[in-house]
């Protein structure tokens, strides 16, 4: 029973996260919605520890979780809907969201085929965080400050929304 | 010479060959002490706020010439003891405008991640749970979970004092959970891990054979992230002169009025769990762990010098907690981005500049 302990967990994790992605769907409320998206999230952390991306886990954590949800919760706090006007989706939303969830099926799949052959997923825990770190800041080094530009672009075209509008 | 580490490992270690000789797999036999290691773990955790709290209202008593508790036992010792039998007797009311769900979850998301928290944390030479790669990472990340749990509790109680504490909750503790981490990234570079065990036997040593090698005594580098990292953990609990979530005299204590007996308490024992886990990181980042200030012969053990640099800083927090007046909001985030952000910007490039130098 012990050998299949990693496979256990895997199992009960993989089976949290598709139960709290269908929740975030279908529930009710838009404020379950995102806590069920919270929900997910750390779960997904929890998958990524069990394949040894130790790091990956704990950021996830950091910024998905511990960020970008509590900002997301902030929001609708603040956004003028009452807990009990429950959100309507529409038939053509819906048929939108179908074929968008199709399609990342399909890209999903032809994924996975590639990375099926790569070899054992399950092992023992080596950490992560030194090598990340060397090719985040050795080879990588161009796209990574790249991407931190994009995100300054973002930051400045916020604060240029944000600013009080003067005549 | 009173370690509890060797102790520890050599009970554990008896425990498996035990089971061994029983038929029991090895496997199994070392599942069965991780999950004992675990309860006492947790046991630890639970065990913090009997004592923080009664040291918080001695603490305040003598601040304002009072006695503080006196009657439950010699000096008022059991007072917290039978404070928690009557929060656990207590009728658990659930108001009618209130979201039951989420009013259930709110305590239970707040205190789940503090249990989870000190898996990481070296009390001492070797007296660590897991010794985690990521762990200084891993605990700040971990522990601001706990503000969804806010964020639960002041939705979904149905109350405008609440809503208004979990707003505030949202906005102060993710604004200064930023240059908490960054206070922390001198430390890292310095000693080149996050592992807090790691971290804190790399400060051992003496400089001219009298001053000890912690990170707190490095010229300028060190006081700096440590008064930074102080002043936002200060903020990240919650606590005076940062309690804007939870202000008393104008959200009548916020995202947790609605919350009684067992849950309240549980709000309470996630405060007081969060000082000591702050307080107990600044003394593995900054102080050096369970190094000892000076030479005592191995009589004094590490994780004595650990408790007592802890409960220093600790008594730090009490201290700010009854002489400071709270902070005003807008003033409170302009702290954060337009003062301890920029510095802490300026102590990691300090740091890069020292780290150069010394690998010259």
Same mark, same amino acid.
């Given at each position: 029973?012990?050998?299949?302990?990693?496979?256990?967990?895997?199992?009960?994790?993989?089976?949290?996260?598709?139960?709290?992605?269908?929740?975030?769907?279908?529930?009710?409320?838009?404020?379950? %919605? /995102? #806590?069920? &998206?919270?929900? +997910?999230?750390? $779960?997904? @952390? !929890?998958?990524?520890?069990?394949?040894?991306?130790?790091?990956?886990?704990?950021?996830?954590?950091?910024?998905?979780?511990?960020?970008?949800?509590?900002?997301?919760?902030?929001?609708?706090?603040?956004?003028?809907?009452?807990?009990?006007?429950?959100?309507?989706?529409?038939?053509?939303?819906?048929?939108?969201?179908?074929?968008?969830?199709?399609? %990342? /099926? #399909?890209? &999903?799949?032809? +994924?996975?085929? $590639?990375? @099926? !052959?790569?070899?054992?997923?399950?092992?023992?825990?080596?950490?992560?965080?030194?090598?990340?770190?060397?090719?985040?800041?050795?080879?990588?080094?161009?796209?990574?400050?790249?991407?931190?530009?994009?995100?300054?672009?973002?930051?400045?075209?916020?604060?240029?929304?944000?600013?009080?509008?003067?005549? | 010479?009173?370690?509890?580490?060797?102790?520890?490992?050599?009970?554990?270690?008896?425990?498996?060959?035990?089971?061994?000789?029983?038929?029991?797999?090895?496997?199994?036999?070392?599942?069965?002490?991780?999950?004992?290691?675990?309860?006492?773990?947790?046991?630890?955790?639970?065990?913090?706020?009997?004592?923080?709290?009664?040291?918080?209202?001695?603490?305040?008593?003598?601040?304002?010439?009072?006695?503080?508790?006196?009657?439950?036992?010699?000096?008022?010792?059991?007072?917290?003891?039978?404070?928690?039998?009557?929060?656990?007797?207590?009728?658990?009311?659930?108001?009618?405008?209130?979201?039951?769900?989420?009013?259930?979850?709110?305590?239970?998301?707040?205190?789940?991640?503090?249990?989870?928290?000190?898996?990481?944390?070296?009390?001492?030479?070797?007296?660590?749970?897991?010794?985690?790669?990521?762990?200084?990472?891993?605990?700040?990340?971990?522990?601001?979970?706990?503000?969804?749990?806010?964020?639960?509790?002041?939705?979904?109680?149905?109350?405008?004092?609440?809503?208004?504490?979990?707003?505030?909750?949202?906005?102060?503790?993710?604004?200064?959970?930023?240059?908490?981490?960054?206070?922390?990234?001198?430390?890292?570079?310095?000693?080149?891990?996050?592992?807090?065990?790691?971290?804190?036997?790399?400060?051992?040593?003496?400089?001219?054979?009298?001053?000890?090698?912690?990170?707190?005594?490095?010229?300028?580098?060190?006081?700096?992230?440590?008064?930074?990292?102080?002043?936002?953990?200060?903020?990240?609990?919650?606590?005076?002169?940062?309690?804007?979530?939870?202000?008393?005299?104008?959200?009548?204590?916020?995202?947790?009025?609605?919350?009684?007996?067992?849950?309240?308490?549980?709000?309470?024992?996630?405060?007081?769990?969060?000082?000591?886990?702050?307080?107990?990181?600044?003394?593995?980042?900054?102080?050096?762990?369970?190094?000892?200030?000076?030479?005592?012969?191995?009589?004094?053990?590490?994780?004595?010098?650990?408790?007592?640099?802890?409960?220093?800083?600790?008594?730090?927090?009490?201290?700010?907690?009854?002489?400071?007046?709270?902070?005003?909001?807008?003033?409170?985030?302009?702290?954060?981005?337009?003062?301890?952000?920029?510095?802490?910007?300026?102590?990691?490039?300090?740091?890069?500049?020292?780290?150069?130098?010394?690998?010259?």
């Amino acid at each position: 029973m012990l050998e299949n302990l990693p496979s256990i967990v895997f199992y009960v994790l993989a089976a949290a996260l598709v139960l709290s992605a269908i929740a975030v769907v279908v529930l009710p409320s838009i404020f379950y %919605s /995102a #806590v069920a &998206l919270g929900a +997910g999230l750390t $779960v997904m @952390a !929890g998958i990524f520890v069990l394949f040894g991306a130790d790091f990956l886990g704990v950021a996830q954590i950091l910024v998905y979780v511990g960020g970008v949800m509590i900002i997301m919760l902030f929001v609708i706090m603040l956004s003028p809907q009452t807990r009990d006007n429950f959100q309507k989706h529409s038939l053509n939303q819906s048929l939108r969201g179908i074929l968008l969830a199709l399609a %990342s /099926a #399909v890209s &999903l799949l032809q +994924g996975f085929q $590639v990375f @099926a !052959g790569m070899g054992d997923s399950v092992r023992d825990m080596v950490p992560t965080s030194a090598g990340l770190g060397r090719l985040l800041l050795g080879d990588l080094l161009l796209p990574f400050e790249a991407i931190s530009l994009i995100l300054l672009v973002a930051l400045v075209g916020a604060a240029l929304f944000g600013q009080d509008k003067l005549s | 010479m009173f370690e509890l580490a060797p102790l520890l490992t050599q009970f554990f270690a008896d425990f498996r060959g035990f089971a061994a000789a029983r038929g029991i797999s090895p496997d199994m036999a070392l599942l069965i002490s991780k999950v004992i290691q675990t309860n006492l773990v947790v046991l630890f955790v639970v065990s913090i706020p009997a004592v923080l709290v009664y040291v918080e209202r001695k603490v305040s008593a003598f601040m304002q010439a009072r006695l503080g508790p006196m009657r439950t036992g010699p000096w008022g010792i059991f007072q917290t003891f039978a404070d928690t039998i009557k929060l656990a007797f207590k009728e658990d009311v659930v108001p009618e405008g209130a979201d039951r769900w989420v009013h259930f979850m709110a305590p239970v998301v707040v205190v789940a991640p503090v249990l989870v928290c000190y898996a990481p944390l070296p009390i001492g030479q070797g007296l660590i749970p897991v010794d985690i790669d990521t762990g200084v990472l891993f605990i700040l990340a971990i522990s601001g979970m706990s503000t969804i749990g806010i964020l639960l509790g002041g939705w979904g109680s149905g109350n405008k004092y609440s809503m208004l504490g979990g707003l505030r909750a949202a906005a102060q503790l993710l604004s200064y959970e930023i240059p908490r981490v960054l206070s922390v990234v001198p430390v890292v570079m310095l000693y080149g891990s996050m592992s807090l065990q790691t971290i804190a036997t790399s400060q051992q040593g003496r400089w001219f054979d009298v001053i000890p090698q912690w990170f707190i005594f490095y010229p300028v580098i060190g006081q700096l992230a440590f008064l930074i990292f102080l002043i936002s953990s200060v903020a990240e609990t919650n606590r005076t002169p940062f309690d804007m979530p939870e202000a008393e005299s104008e959200l009548v204590s916020g995202f947790h009025t609605e919350f009684s007996g067992f849950k309240f308490a549980l709000f309470f024992l996630a405060e007081y769990a969060y000082v000591f886990l702050a307080a107990a990181m600044a003394a593995a980042l900054f102080l050096g762990g369970g190094d000892a200030p000076f030479s005592t012969g191995g009589i004094i053990p590490s994780w004595f010098w650990f408790l007592l640099k802890t409960f220093a800083i600790v008594f730090l927090f009490m201290w700010f907690r009854w002489t400071y007046p709270r902070l005003r909001v807008d003033r409170l985030m302009q702290f954060c981005w337009k003062f301890l952000m920029p510095w802490s910007f300026v102590n990691i490039v300090l740091t890069g500049f020292f780290v150069l130098l010394r690998m010259k």
